[in-house]
């Protein structure tokens, strides 16, 4: 029984983890996005 709430506490901190780490990359994803469209701008507004 003990070992079934140890597998199971694992297994949600490790879902806690992929959710945080899956959020991360799309924050950092989102970043250089917006990053590309600002320098786009620039170069347009330049022009």
Known sequence: MELL?????FAGIY???D???KLNN???EQTEELKKI???????RSK
């Open 5 to 9: 709430f140890l597998i199971l506490i």
């Open 15 to 17: 879902g806690i983890y």
């Open 19 to 21: 959710a945080l780490r």
């Open 26 to 28: 799309n924050v950092l």
């Open 38 to 44: 600002r320098e786009e701008l620039k170069e347009s």
